[in-house]
């Protein structure tokens, strides 16, 4: 700042002492230019002994241009999964499926049960001046249910049944490769990072799912089966940006259970990648 005015002072004193015609003024010679952080400061003029010539100031706008496709590598979310239960307990297939079941059965440790997707890449395709893009990408989703109760999947056929062990740890476990398809809304198209938000869908594909225990009668040990689930997960997906700050939802269409429960995934988080 300093700088700067004592360069208005020089500017405002030139002109005072000296007059500067058309055939005196030259472009400026490359070392007639200075930048100190976002100034520039361009001296015109001829300089002799009678010349002191003119300074002037500019300041440099810190801009963004962004490009019509743009790649963001590695992008890893953070956060919380759950389950929205419209499962009818009272109903034949709920009762066939987890035989004298109830809704307490699947409650979950809410604090306990994560989300981790992560996103190999992702792409952003301007549609309309830069506001409007298309975004699609293409990543894993690895979910975590982590359950109050001691209930246990059996396998061939698949039944829940509640077990009489006290399991300190009870979760089931579902992996999927993912592809989002947003419609991308960017509020701030020439700033590095935006304001604005993203809506669509995407489509996973279930390639691993397990039950994992851990108690003092059996240890740690884990049951690999599909147990019955959907091998396939459409959801509605959203994010929300905020410059720095990036926040993600997701919601299934439908059950990840394709028969006895009616039990739709959710899942919000942080969101931590470039853009």
Not at 39 to 47: A, H, N, Q, S, T
Not at 138 to 164: A, C, Q, S, W
Not at 231 to 255: D, F, N, R, V
Request: charge should be positive; glycine fraction near 8%.
């Amino acid at each position: 700042m300093s700088l700067a005015i004592l360069c208005l002072s020089l500017s405002g004193h030139a002109q005072d002492t000296t007059t500067t015609t058309k055939k005196d003024t030259v472009a400026p010679a490359p070392g007639d230019t200075i930048r100190v952080g976002n100034l520039i400061i361009v001296k015109k003029g001829k300089i002799d002994k009678e010349d002191h010539g003119t300074i002037h100031v500019y300041h440099r706008h810190n801009s963004y241009r962004p490009s019509n496709i743009s790649t963001n590598w590695g992008i890893l979310d953070l956060g919380f999964a759950n389950y929205n239960d419209q499962t009818n307990y009272s109903s034949a297939s709920a009762q066939q499926f987890a035989p004298g079941s109830t809704k307490d059965w699947f409650r979950l440790r809410t604090g306990k049960s994560v989300n981790v997707n992560i996103w190999i890449f992702m792409q952003r395709m301007n549609l309309i001046k830069h506001v409007v893009n298309l975004k699609y990408g293409l990543g894993i989703e690895l979910n975590n249910y982590r359950y109050e109760e001691n209930i246990k999947f059996h396998t061939n056929p698949t039944i829940v049944v509640m077990d009489t062990i006290n399991y300190s740890k009870n979760k089931l476990a579902a992996d999927y490769v993912t592809v989002p398809f947003m419609l991308n809304f960017n509020f701030t198209p020439h700033r590095r990072h935006d304001y604005g938000f993203s809506v669509g869908a995407s489509v996973g594909y279930r390639y691993s799912s397990r039950q994992k225990f851990k108690s003092k009668e059996t240890g740690k040990y884990k049951t690999f089966d599909d147990f019955d689930m959907d091998p396939w997960k459409i959801s509605w997906i959203g994010e929300l940006q905020m410059g720095w700050l990036k926040l993600y939802g997701s919601y299934a269409a439908k059950s990840m259970f394709l028969k006895g429960l009616d039990q739709r995934p959710y899942t919000v988080g942080l969101r931590f990648g470039n853009w």
